[in-house]
């Protein structure tokens, strides 16, 4: 029974639409849904009785005034089955006085059936917000919140948390009750289930897992306020108790090695606080620190414990009397602060406020953390000990993200500055990154090696493999790749570059090939294959300075690598020579960049009745992988060199930005979610061959220009995008939203064209899309008509076949009554200039650059033509003048003389009496032919 249907406030509507078209729903939502879904399920904090009086309510709302029973004072309390007596002889009054109140509810039957639709429609919307993301925090809290919210959840959540207990014995009572209060709200479940024909509770499933629920979420708020204690008392114990004469870093250490001691039974250590250490430490040094100490002295300080910004510490300096390693922590705070002078001196200096101080090259900021992290009262020097124990606690939280310079591990520290002079390895930067220096690649956007070149045998060098080998160099499509490079090999692009995905390949100190272990396979098959390859491969080697050592048989030119990496540093550098520095196209870029190699030839061969990977394709699908660069093909093939599922994906998209080359269809096409326009879009790609072969026919000159509607058909779906978004977001009615943009007049733009508001209306009638295969047969069949009597040669007759004869021959319905196209708002995308073929400029051309030959000559037929285009312009002018004046003359009645090629004149009125007497002579000659023929 749905006697009304209460209607959703506007934005309640917009954050239905949302959770609908826009994607999943967020944490907060799904935690709110969940929420909602249990209460309802197990009828909690009595939800049908609140359900029960908001329709009441609303009923009761609905009714006028004069026709409401007052309750009866006297009367008892009611039964279950009269408790809405009175409503109901109010609203038999109402139906009886006006026939609009008949849909209400007659009886307590029909008011829980209305109140139970509305409970199972709250339940449905949640489900439905549930339904559309995976995962299980935001569900699980949101139960819980529905628990512990109602008073037996609360009384039972206190009865299990009580501080004094054991942390297992906590969770084990806090699941028990968990189960029992599962237990207790079965009956409710099973009543809910029946009353709203939804699936019943499984008992045994949902106690098991109350009973870990409750105890799980036990043990988080009570392991969670033991491990709070634990830190506070720890910060107290290591800060404020700490003796006046004990270092710090020691001081810390002793007090784990006594609460080691304590937990372990075994005795105590003799002293909590020795004697302060030459080196004290907070922790043991991190595996590999050393290397990667030198690279954040080598990119920040130059191993300077008192650096400033720019070295202003130094003699001459704006802060030459500061230094730092005198200080105390807390002065160093205080010099730091951002409205210091020194913080204020470097925003002049850079633009914004940084206060970098030490070897290190902490600032403020990150002092006052690390203070706090390591439990330091701020008396504490400021000494190489304490800065390099600093150091390592960032390095600890923030990894080498930290120090922007950084440029990588380094084997050896910087060379140490020498008086006022700055450290000579030492480079400032003024971005967040630094520079890549000679001897140095870069592998990724942050990772720097120093690398030492020199000329190796191939043969002592060992191909990658396991995790320092991310590619299958046993793929087909590899050794394609290896033999092409081989074939083609260019010395030039196999010398030290700065990025470690090209020049000369880099090894380890071990020999095993780390980056390039494609190109060590190239220059081996060239030696072996392409021996004048090979051969300019050497001379390029010893041109550029490097020496080959006697023995070597197939030189090879590497950057080995000299800083130190761990096993793990080691495979992440791998990693990230394999990635090119380049940024790479997104979908919509890079399929306009393939549908140009999509040629009418390369269109023609492909069967849209196959899938792509079919037999009957494969002619088709290797001229598009021949036609794309070799480094990409390997990327879209499986290992037997057939087309995987991204290479499927890429020749879809290339092919539809081929057909339909509007950049916002494709990219709706190619990355975003075409949501309730998929029919159409598969249409549209189902279509994209035929209509692909018809343009190119367009662009070559072999079919007329005008025969290319496609910007009608884009415009058409702008138009329905558009229809169904403002609909969704007015919550009105796709068809009226149609029909509004359809009678809208742009100010600018005018009126839709009657072409595209057709289109519109065949192919989304009433508000809906049209199927799929009936779109693309029309489609079709359009280019295939198109392409048969659209031919430029029909053009020369008065009765070639048009665009609207086409159309009305397909479909008569849509188009029977089209009288004109219009003209479209975004024009057809101007033919594509033909390739210029690579022979056509001759090698050496252009050799002086703008002082060339050639570059002159082709100024001096610029300048001909402009000289040309100008005189032409003012005979223009000069003819429309004359044209002008004979046009007034005429109109003024002046006999005029018009002169002849040989001097002699006529006038006006003389050519006009010729005139006369040939028309007069033309009428004798036909008067007798007439009579002749009598």
């Known amino acids: 029974m749905t006697f009304f249907l209460k209607k959703r406030s506007e934005e309640e509507q917009q954050q239905v639409d949302q959770l609908m078209f826009e994607g999943t729903p967020s944490f907060n939502e799904r935690l709110q849904a969940q929420t909602k879904a249990t209460r309802i399920r197990k009828d909690l904090n009595g939800q049908r009785a609140k359900m029960e009086k908001s329709v009441v309510e609303e009923i009761t709302s609905q009714i006028p005034t004069e026709y409401i029973v007052a309750p009866d004072t006297e009367a008892g309390i009611p039964t279950p089955m009269h408790r809405h007596d009175n409503l109901f002889e109010s609203i038999n009054r109402a139906k009886a006085a006006n026939p609009k109140f008949g849909n209400l ?158 937990s372990q039974g075994s005795e105590l250590p003799a002293d909590t606080a020795p004697p302060n250490s030459t080196t004290p430490r907070y922790i043991d040094t991190p595996p590999g620190w050393e290397p990667i100490k030198n690279g954040i002295f080598a990119g920040e300080s130059g191993g300077d414990y008192n650096a400033l910004f720019g070295y202003q510490n130094r003699s001459g300096g704006r802060f030459a009397k500061i230094k730092l390693t005198e200080m105390t922590v807390d002065q160093a705070i205080e010099f730091s602060n951002v409205r210091g002078e ?22 403020g900021t990150t002092l006052r953390l690390a203070k706090k992290g390591l439990g330091l009262r701020g008396d504490e020097r400021m000494d190489e000990a304490l800065q390099d124990q600093l150091g390592i606690w960032i390095y600890r939280q923030q990894g080498t993200k930290a120090w922007e310079g950084y440029r990588g591990p380094r084997s050896t520290p910087p060379t140490p500055a020498t008086g006022d002079a700055p450290a000579t390895d030492f480079a400032s930067y003024a971005t967040s990154r630094g520079y890549t220096s000679a001897g140095q690649v870069t592998a990724g956007r942050d990772l720097r090696i120093d690398v030492d070149y020199e000329v190796v045998d191939a043969s002592t060098l060992t191909r990658a493999s396991g995790d320092l080998q991310p590619r299958d160099r046993g793929r087909a499509s590899s050794d394609e790749q290896v033999s092409e490079i081989a074939a083609s090999l260019d010395p030039a692009r196999l010398m030290p570059a700065p990025e470690a995905d090209r020049g000369a390949p880099i090894i380890g100190p071990d020999n095993i090939v780390e980056s390039g272990n494609g190109r060590v396979m190239a220059i081996q098959r060239a030696f072996e294959q392409y021996p004048d390859r090979a051969a300019a491969y050497l001379e390029e080697i010893e041109a550029a300075g490097f020496d080959v050592p006697e023995g070597v048989e197939q030189p090879v030119l590497v950057g080995r690598r000299r800083s130190e990496l761990t096993d793990s540093q080691r495979q992440n550098f791998v990693r990230q020579a394999n990635f090119s520095a ?166 600018l733009d005018g009126a839709l064209p009657p072409l595209t508001a057709a289109l519109v209306r065949m192919m989304y009638p009433d508000g809906r899309a049209l199927p799929a295969p009936k779109i693309t047969a029309f489609l079709d069949r359009f280019a295939a008509e198109a392409q048969k009597v659209g031919k430029t040669d029909a053009a020369l007759f008065d009765d070639a076949v048009g665009v609207l004869d086409i159309l009305k021959t397909i479909d008569s319905r849509a188009f029977g009554q089209l009288t004109e196209t219009g003209s479209a708002r975004i024009p057809a995308t101007p033919p594509r200039p033909a390739d210029m073929p690579s022979d056509a400029i001759p090698e050496n051309v252009f050799a002086d650059g703008a002082s060339s030959p050639e570059v002159q000559e082709a100024d ?68 007798c032919t007439m009579k002749g023929a009598a």
């Open 342 to 363: 020194y913080g204020q001196w470097v925003k002049g200096q850079i633009g914004r406020v940084a206060t970098p101080m030490g070897a290190y090259q902490i600032v």
């Open 105 to 262: 509810p007659a009886s307590i039957e029909e008011l829980d059936a209305e109140v139970d639709r509305r409970r199972k429609e709250e339940l449905q919307e949640a489900q439905d917000v549930l339904a559309q993301a995976n995962g299980f925090v935001p569900e699980l809290v949101g139960d819980l919140w529905a628990e512990v919210t109602t008073p037996e959840g609360a009384i039972m959540l206190g009865t299990g948390l009580t501080g004094s207990a054991r942390l297992g014995t906590t969770m084990l009572v806090e699941g028990g009750l968990a189960a029992l209060d599962e237990t207790r709200t079965l009956a409710t479940q099973q009543q809910v289930a029946e009353q709203l024909d939804i699936d019943p509770p499984q008992p045994l499933a949902q106690i098991g897992m109350a009973g870990l629920t409750g105890a799980g979420f036990a043990g988080v708020l009570v392991g969670g306020g033991h491990a709070l204690s634990y830190t506070v008392n720890r910060q107290r114990t290591t800060g404020l108790r700490r003796p006046a004469d004990a270092p710090q870093l020691r001081y810390a250490q002793s007090v784990e090695e006594t609460e080691t001691a304590l």
């Open 582 to 747: 380049t940024a790479r196209m997104s979908a919509t870029e890079r399929a306009a960049v393939d549908a140009r190699s999509l040629d009418a030839e390369t269109v023609a061969i492909f069967d849209p009745a196959q899938p792509l990977t079919a037999r009957a394709n494969a002619p088709f699908t290797q001229r598009v992988l021949n036609s794309l660069p070799q480094t990409e093909r390997n990327a879209l093939v499986d290992g037997a060199g057939r087309l995987n599922a991204e290479g499927v994906t890429r020749v879809r998209q290339a092919m539809f930005a081929r057909a339909f080359d509007a950049p916002d269809i494709l990219a709706r096409f190619a990355e975003a979610n075409a949501g309730d326009l998929r029919g159409l879009m598969d249409a549209l790609e189902g279509a994209a061959p035929s209509w692909a072969s018809m343009r190119s026919a367009v662009q070559e000159g072999r079919l007329r220009d005008e025969l290319d509607v496609t910007p009608f058909l884009m415009e058409a779906m702008r138009t329905i995008a558009d229809a169904r978004r403002i609909a969704t977001r007015d919550n009105k009615a796709s068809a009226q939203m149609v029909e509004e943009l359809l009678a809208d007049v742009d100010l």
């Open 860 to 927: 001096d037929v610029l300048a001909a033509g402009l000289k040309e285009r100008t005189e032409q312009t003012a005979n223009d002018r000069q003819t429309a003048a004359d044209i002008r004046a004979l046009a007034d003359d005429v109109a003024a009645g002046d006999d005029l003389a018009i002169p002849m090629a040989d001097g002699t004149t006529f006038s006006t009125r003389q050519v006009l009496d010729d005139l006369d007497q040939d028309e007069a002579l033309e009428t004798i000659i036909d008067l």
